[in-house]
C-alpha cells in the first residue's frame, strides 16, 4: 500500500495542542486520525493554571477547546496522565462541554472524582478507572498506559498505536535514580516500544534548559530525615500536597525521630485519602489531624501542611502569620519549604519566609537545602528517554517557549529529524509523509471568573484592571423638564483619594464642576441629558488627573423629572 | 570622666532606621547623638521601593519619615550614599517635609538633581556637591566619605565621629576582586579607621544567606564581549541603567567587535549624561541614539536598552512585542538579560523571555552564562569588612528579615557581640554603656497614590483591591413623596460579568429585585431611604453570589423627589 493509498484509506494521523505548548498549565493534547473533516479524536489531559496579577479577579485560567467542542460526536475519549491539576484541572470546568469517557488510573481517578463531586456532575460523567499499564482501544486508537516516575504517584506515558504509526506520548516524567515510592520509569517497556518502532515522542520540556540529570526523591528524604532528626522543637513541613512519595518520606523520619504527623490543610487531607485508597500509605492513622497538634510536646510533632507556594488562606500563610487556630510556633521551631516557588509566587513565599523568620523561627528552604527535586526530565533524561524510544520525531509539548525551543533544539543535536514546532493551535500531521503544519484551529484561554467563564479579557476584567488602578466615580442628577436640578447631586467615589495633591477634597472639586457645568449650559442644553452627562464625565476625569495625577472610570446618571 | 558624666554632657548616641529592615528598599537610617528630646539627628539615605499586585494603584512606597518630621528642626542633615533609587528614590518626595541640606558625591547629586527638577523643587533644596574622601562636620557630627565597590558609581560608606564612639555606616557594597570602572572598596582607608576604633557597623546584609565570595565586573565583562564577539547578528542587552561599569564594559565589547551602541530607554540616556559628566563614559558620540539602529547592519550593531525587570513600557517588553517604533529583531538576533529578576517581578520577565524565544530571538540570562554579578557582599566578604574595621558591634540593616537574621548570626559567629536587633522604628542606643533598644518610634509605609501620599493601606487602596476582585455595582433611583418610584431606576456595573452562571443577565437580576423591594416594602417603609437602599444593596450582593459566585461592592443612591 502506498503512502497515498494509506491517505485515502485512513486519512492522517494530527497531533494537535490546545494548551501546555509556550505557556505553564493548562495541557491539552489531541491526536486525531482519519481524513479531515471525519477524523476521530483521543484527547490526553485538560489542565488549568492559575491566575495572576495581571488577570484581576480571576482564580483559574482553562484551555479555549471550542474547536474540539465542535468536533465532541468524533471524540472519543479523554486520558488523563496523571493527578496534578495542569493535566486534570479543568476536567471539572469543561467536561460539560464535551462529554466523552475519561480514562484514568486509580489515584488520579480519586482526586478527579472529588472535584466533579464538587462540581455537582459526578453522576454524569463516565469516569473509567484503569490499571497501570493497561492497554485498552478506541475505535482506532490502540492506548497502553506505562508508568513514568514523577512527583506524583502513577503518572504514565500514553501510548497511541495507529495504523500510520505509534506516538508516545511522555506525561510528566522524570528518571528517578533513587525512586521512593512510585516505580521508577518503566524502561523496558519503552525499549520495547522503541523496538516496535515509534513514530513520534511527545514530550515534556520543563527542564530542557537544565543540564545534567537530577537528584533523585530519596535523597531528599535523606535530608529531610537529618533535619527532623537534629530539630530540638517543632517542625513544620509545606510541600506540594500531590507529592505522595514526600509524605511517606515525612512520615518516615517522623516516626524513626520518636514524633508524630500533624497535616494541615484541606487538599492534604485530601491527597492523603486518595493514596491511602490507592494503598500508597500504609498508615492512616500515622496521620492526626491539626487538633492533634497543640497536645504534642515540641520534640516530638512533625506538620504536614499545604500552602507552600504562599496562598494567603493556606495553613502556612496563618502558621506565619501566627493566625492558624490550632498551630502555633514559638521561637526556635523549624519550617522547611520542601518546595519550590512557581515563577510569580516568590513575592507571598518570601513574604512567609520573613514572617517567621522575624518571629525567631528557622526556615529552610530548596536554596538552603536538599528538599526539594523536580518532577522533570533534564536534558541528560531527555537524551535517556530518545535512547530508550528511539522516535522519528520529538514534539516538545509542556514548557514555555524557551523550554520548548530548547527542546527541539535539543532533539535536532541528538540527531532525530527537526519538525515544524507545534504551537498551541497548529494541528501537525504526523503521518503520512513529512510532517507539517496543516491547519489552525481557535485557542486561547478561558477565564473562570466566579462561576462564569468567559473568553480571555472579557471586558469585565479589562474594567477591574482600570478599576484597580485609579477606581470611580459616579455622579447621579435628577433634572426637571426645564433642565433645572431637583435636590442635591449624589456622589458615589470608590477607590479615589479623598484629599488630593492640590488640598481640595475630592468631593468638593466635583461639586464644583457639576455647578460649573450647570452655569455654562444653557437649559436646554441641559435636556440634552447624553451631551451634560458626557460633559461632566469629561470634566471630572480631566480634574481628577490634575488634582490626584490619575483618571478614574467616572460614569454619570441624570435622571429626568 | 565616667560613663554617666559622658551621659550627661553629650546625652547617648543612638541609631534608629525608619526603612529598610526586614524589607526591600526604602533604605531610611537616623543617628541621634544628645539627651533624649534635644537629640541632633543625621539622616542616611531616604529610599523607596516599587509597589507590587497587593497595592493596587500605588506605583512607589516611601518609608513613613513622620518621627524625624517632628524632629525637623534638629535634622543637620542627609547624607546618599549613592545613587540607586532604594537610597534617594524617596528624597524627591519627602524632601518638602524635612527641609534639611543633602550631601551628596556627584554622580548621585547629578541623578537626584534631576529628579528635584521633575518634581518642581529644585531651586529650593540644598544639594551640596562633596567629593569622594570628603570629610566634613555638622555640629557634633564628623562625616567622612570613604568609597566602596558597588553596581553604581561612586558608592560610599558614611564615618560618623562623635564623641561617643565612631559608627561606620556601609551603604551599598561589594569587595570586587577584579573592579571594572568604579575604585575597589578602600581598604586602607576602612583599615585605618579599624585602628582608630569602631564603635560600631551598620551594614548591608542583602547577601548573608550567600556563602563564599562573588565573581566580579570584569569576570561579566569577559563574557559579554565574548557573547558579541561571537554574535553573527543584532545584540540587544538590557541592564541595570545606574550599572556604568556595565554600560562601559558594553561600549568596550562593542568597539572592539566593530559596533556601534545604540542606547534606548529614558534612564538609560539619563544616566549616560549623568555619568558622561562625572567623566566615567569618555567618549559620549559611542551611544548613538534609537534613530540610528535602523540603519545599521545587523552584524554592526548593539543596543543598549531599560527593561530588565519586565516593565511593561520600557524599551525591552516594546522590542519583545515588536511594538518598539525604532527598533526591530528578527530570527537569529540576540538578547541579553545582564540583570537579575528582582522578587515580583519574574512573572512579567519570564513572558518576555519567551515572547522573544518565540519569534526566534535567542535569549541568555544569567541563568545561562556570567551575565551579573551582584552587588552586594556575600559571608566572606561580610567577614573580611569585619576584619577590617574592627567593629564592636555590628548593626545589620538592608535586607529582609531572613537577611537581617543571617547577618546578626554571621557577626556572633564572627564573635562580635550580640545587640539586639534594630527592627525599623527601633532605636538602638549605642552608646554609652551596653546598647539596647530605648524606645519605638512610628514607622511605616507611605503609599504614592496618583500624587497624593497616603498612609500605609489607605481606604482607597483598600476598595481598590476589592473592585480588582468583583468590580462594582451602583443602582439609582427616584421616589416621590409617597415612596412611589418615579422613572426608570439607573445601573451601572463596572467589572461584573453580564452573563452569569445561571443564564440570567445580571442587568435582569438587579431589576428584578429592585420590583421585589418595592413590592415587600410599605409605601411608607420606602419614603426611610437608608432602610430602602441597604435592603437592596444587600439583596444585590446576595443575588450576585448566586448567580455569580462573587460579592461585587454595591451602592444605592436614592433621589428623595
Request: proline share 5%; aromatic share 4%; charged share 25%.
Amino acid at each position: 500500500m502506498t503512502s497515498q493509498d494509506l491517505q485515502n484509506k485512513t486519512g492522517e494521523l494530527v497531533f494537535l495542542s490546545l494548551g501546555g505548548i509556550g505557556e505553564i498549565g493548562m495541557n491539552c493534547s489531541l491526536y486525531g486520525l482519519g481524513p479531515a473533516g471525519d477524523r476521530r479524536w483521543l484527547m490526553v489531559d485538560l489542565g488549568m493554571t492559575f491566575a495572576g496579577e495581571h488577570e484581576p479577579g480571576i482564580d483559574v485560567i482553562l484551555p479555549d477547546i471550542s474547536f474540539i467542542e465542535g468536533e465532541r460526536y468524533r471524540l472519543l475519549g479523554l486520558v488523563a496522565t496523571h493527578a496534578h491539576e495542569d493535566h486534570i484541572g479543568a476536567i471539572a470546568h469543561l467536561w460539560p462541554r464535551l462529554r466523552a469517557p475519561i480514562y484514568a488510573t486509580k489515584f488520579a481517578a480519586s482526586l478527579l472524582a472529588h472535584k466533579l463531586d464538587e462540581a455537582g456532575i459526578e453522576g454524569e460523567v463516565p469516569l473509567r478507572v484503569i490499571p497501570g499499564g493497561h492497554r485498552f482501544t478506541l475505535e482506532c486508537f490502540d492506548i497502553e498506559l506505562v508508568g513514568v516516575n514523577h512527583s506524583t504517584p502513577e503518572s504514565n506515558a500514553v501510548i497511541i498505536r495507529t495504523p500510520l504509526g505509534t506516538v508516545v506520548h511522555s506525561g510528566d516524567w522524570r528518571i528517578d535514580r533513587r525512586p521512593m515510592l512510585a516505580a521508577a520509569t518503566d524502561e523496558t517497556r519503552l525499549r520495547c516500544i522503541g523496538r516496535e518502532g515509534c513514530l513520534a515522542l511527545v514530550c515534556d520540556s520543563t527542564n530542557a534548559m537544565s543540564e545534567g540529570d537530577s537528584p533523585g526523591e530519596r535523597d531528599v528524604a535523606e535530608t529531610l530525615a537529618k533535619l527532623i532528626h537534629d530539630a530540638e522543637r517543632r517542625v513544620v513541613i509545606t510541600s506540594f500536597a500531590s507529592n505522595v512519595a514526600r509524605l511517606n518520606a515525612v512520615e518516615r523520619a517522623a516516626r524513626t525521630s520518636g514524633r508524630r504527623i500533624v497535616t494541615a490543610g484541606r487538599s492534604m487531607r485530601r491527597v492523603i485519602e486518595a493514596a491511602h485508597r490507592c494503598g500508597y500509605l500504609k498508615d492512616m492513622a500515622a496521620f492526626l489531624p491539626e487538633e492533634a497538634f497543640a497536645d504534642l510536646p515540641p520534640e516530638q510533632v512533625v506538620c504536614l501542611c499545604t500552602g507552600s507556594q504562599g496562598e494567603p488562606r493556606a495553613a502556612m500563610a496563618r502558621i506565619a502569620d501566627n493566625s492558624h487556630p490550632l498551630i502555633a510556633l514559638d521561637e526556635g521551631d523549624l519550617v522547611i519549604f520542601s518546595s519550590k516557588t512557581i515563577p510569580g509566587n516568590e513575592r507571598a513565599v518570601i513574604a512567609i519566609e520573613n514572617r517567621l523568620a522575624r518571629r525567631g523561627i528557622d526556615v529552610v528552604t530548596e536554596h538552603d537545602a536538599l528538599v526539594h527535586v523536580t518532577g522533570h526530565p533534564r536534558r541528560e533524561d531527555l537524551k535517556q528517554f530518545y535512547r530508550w524510544v528511539r522516535p522519528r520525531y520529538v514534539v516538545p509539548i509542556h514548557g514555555e517557549a524557551r523550554h520548548i525551543m530548547a527542546h527541539a533544539g535539543l532533539a535536532r543535536d541528538a540527531g532525530l529529524a527537526a519538525l515544524p514546532l507545534a504551537g498551541n493551535g497548529r494541528m501537525l500531521r504526523l503521518a503520512p509523509g513529512k510532517p507539517e503544519i496543516i491547519d489552525e484551529v481557535p485557542h486561547g484561554r478561558l477565564m473562570v471568573d466566579g462561576q462564569v467563564i468567559t473568553r480571555q479579557e472579557g471586558a469585565a476584567m479589562r474594567t477591574r484592571r482600570k478599576l484597580s488602578w485609579a477606581g470611580m466615580i459616579v455622579v447621579s442628577l435628577v433634572i426637571d423638564a426645564h433642565g433645572e436640578r431637583v435636590g442635591a447631586p449624589q456622589i458615589i467615589m470608590a477607590g479615589i483619594a479623598h484629599e488630593t495633591a492640590t488640598a481640595t477634597p475630592t468631593e468638593a472639586i466635583i461639586h464644583d464642576l457639576i455647578e460649573d457645568t450647570f452655569t455654562k449650559l444653557a437649559p436646554t442644553q441641559r435636556c440634552d441629558t447624553g451631551h451634560m452627562g458626557e460633559a461632566l464625565r469629561r470634566s471630572i476625569r480631566r480634574a481628577m488627573l490634575i488634582h490626584w495625577g490619575k483618571k478614574p472610570l467616572c460614569r454619570v446618571i441624570i435622571h429626568r423629572n
